[in-house]
C-alpha cells in the first residue's frame, strides 16, 4: 500500500445518486473559480442503482422534475429533460404524459450522469477504514484506506469526506439465524437471486415478507415471473395501505420543508417524522394496489388461489429444510398458529441506515454524538479540522426526504458550499 499518496480536498464515499448529485455540484464550484479536488470511491464495479430492483414496469415514485439538478438549475446539461433530448426519446416521453418514468429509464438517466464523470470515481473498490493522518492534535487531514476487488489495499489523503453509502439490507433477526442460506433473499438483490434452480417449476412455492411498496411490486413480479408458482405475502398489518402522495401532504418533501423540520425541538422533529410515515414507509403506490387486487380477484373467476396474502401474522421461528426454508407465524388475531415450507423465502423489509458506518470508527473520537448540523455535517472536536458530512442518514433530524431522491439537487449545494467555505477560509 502506497504510503505517499496525492491528497484530495474531498473523498466521497460511496457514488449513488447523492454523491453523484454532488459531484455535479463541485463540478459548478469548480467552473465558478472554487476549483476543488474531488474523488469518489464506489464499491460497485460500475454504477448501478439499485439494480436488484430494476423489475420490468416498474415506474419512479417522484417525478422526474425531481432530477440530479433540475430543481436547483433547471439549465443544467445534466438534467432528465436534457438526457433524454440527447437520447432522442424526449417528444416520444412527452407522448407518454407522464412526470413518471420507468426506475429502469431512471436507472439508465442517472448512469448516464455518472459517465460525464468516470475520471474522478474509482470503481471496485470498498472503504477499509478512515483514519486521522496524525494522531496528535491539530488533526488536518484524513487517511482512507481501501480495498480493490483482487485484495489490493489503496491509500488516499483528503481534507474532507462524504459519506453516502445508503442502507444496509436489514433482515430481521428471526431470518438471521438463517445466515447466508441460498434461498433466503433481500429485495436488494432480488434479480441477482431470483433464478434459484427449481423455482420455475409447477408448485414451488415462495414467501414475500413485507407490507410495503416492494414487497407488492416483488409478488407482482413473481405471479407474472413463475406461472406455476404459489406466492404468499405475509405482513404483519390488517391490510395493505396506500401511500399519501397527494399535493399538500407531499409539501413535506420539499427542500425547503428540511429548514422547518431541523429548526423543531427534538421531541417536535419526532412526532412530525412519524405523522408523515404512510408517505413513505409500510405503504405501497395505489395503482400497483390495484393491479395485486385485479390479480387476486381474477384468481376469484378462475378458481385458482396462486397468490394469499397473510395479513396479521407474527413470524415466530424460521428453519432450513432439506427443501428450502420453513417458516413459523402465528395469526395474531386468531392466535392460531402454523408451519408453511417455502423453496425461496423474499424479504422485503427494508434498510438500517448508521450515522457512523463502521470504517468511521478510528475518526470517531475526535466527532460530536450530537445531530448533524444544517449541512449535513457531523459536528467534531475544535482541533479536528476536516469536515465529514453525511448523505442520506439524516431522517431523524432533517426529515423524511433525507433517505429519497427529492431533496438531492438542493442538499448536494449546501454540502458543496460548505465545503468551498471550508477550503477559502483553510487557505486564508
Not at 455540484?25 to 464499491?43: I, K, P, Y
Not at 416520444?92 to 448516464?112: K, M, Q, V
Request: glycine share 8%.
Amino acid at each position: 500500500m502506497a504510503r505517499h499518496a496525492a491528497e484530495h480536498d474531498v473523498i466521497g464515499i460511496g457514488f449513488g445518486p447523492s454523491n453523484l448529485a454532488l459531484a455535479i455540484a463541485l463540478d459548478e464550484a469548480s467552473r465558478q473559480g472554487a476549483g476543488l479536488d474531488a474523488l469518489f470511491v464506489e464499491r460497485q464495479p460500475r454504477f448501478t442503482w439499485h439494480g436488484g430492483m430494476l423489475l420490468p414496469g416498474s415506474d419512479m415514485q417522484i417525478s422526474f422534475l425531481k432530477d440530479l439538478v433540475s430543481l436547483r438549475d433547471p439549465t443544467s446539461p445534466l438534467t432528465f429533460i436534457n438526457y433524454l433530448h440527447k437520447k432522442g426519446r424526449l417528444e416520444h416521453f412527452a407522448n407518454c404524459r407522464t412526470f413518471y418514468p420507468s426506475r429502469i429509464e431512471f436507472n439508465d438517466y442517472l448512469g448516464w450522469v455518472a459517465g460525464h464523470f468516470a475520471d474522478r470515481c474509482a470503481y471496485g473498490e470498498t472503504i477499509v477504514a478512515v483514519e486521522p493522518d496524525r494522531y496528535d492534535l491539530p488533526v488536518r487531514s484524513l487517511r482512507v484506506i481501501s480495498r480493490t476487488e483482487s485484495g489490493r489495499e489503496v491509500l488516499r489523503r483528503t481534507r474532507n469526506i462524504v459519506v453516502a453509502v445508503g442502507g444496509m439490507p436489514h433482515v430481521p433477526a428471526v431470518f438471521a439465524t438463517l445466515g447466508d442460506h441460498p434461498r433466503l433473499i433481500h429485495s436488494s438483490r432480488y434479480l441477482d437471486r431470483i433464478g434459484a434452480p427449481g423455482l420455475d417449476q409447477d408448485g414451488a412455492r415462495i414467501a414475500v415478507i413485507g407490507g410495503g411498496q416492494s414487497a407488492v411490486e416483488i409478488t407482482v413480479d413473481l405471479h407474472d415471473r413463475f406461472p406455476g408458482a404459489a406466492i404468499d405475502l405475509v405482513f404483519r398489518g390488517h391490510a395493505l395501505k396506500p401511500s399519501d402522495s397527494s399535493p399538500f401532504v407531499n409539501e413535506i418533501f420539499h427542500p425547503g420543508f428540511t429548514d422547518f423540520i431541523y429548526d423543531q425541538p427534538g421531541d417536535r422533529r419526532a412526532a412530525l417524522v412519524q405523522a408523515f410515515r404512510n408517505t413513505n414507509y409500510a405503504v405501497v403506490d395505489p395503482d400497483l394496489l390495484e393491479t395485486l387486487y385485479r390479480i387476486l380477484y381474477q384468481q376469484r373467476v378462475e378458481g385458482g388461489a396462486r397468490v394469499g396474502l397473510m395479513p396479521r401474522s407474527r413470524i415466530d421461528a424460521t428453519a432450513a429444510t432439506n427443501a428450502g426454508i420453513a417458516i413459523d407465524t402465528t395469526d395474531l388475531f386468531a392466535g392460531t398458529s402454523q408451519r408453511r415450507s417455502y423453496d425461496a423465502v423474499v424479504l422485503a423489509t427494508g434498510y438500517e441506515r448508521s450515522t457512523r458506518p463502521p470504517f468511521l470508527e478510528p475518526i470517531l473520537p475526535y466527532l460530536e454524538v450530537a445531530d448533524l448540523d444544517r449541512t449535513y455535517r457531523i459536528p467534531s472536536h475544535e482541533d479536528f479540522e476536516p469536515h465529514v458530512y453525511l448523505q442520506g442518514a439524516a431522517e431523524a433530524s432533517h426529515g423524511l426526504s433525507d433517505t429519497l431522491l427529492s431533496v438531492l439537487a438542493v442538499r448536494s449545494e449546501e454540502i458543496s458550499r460548505s465545503l468551498c467555505d471550508r477550503m477559502r477560509r483553510a487557505h486564508g
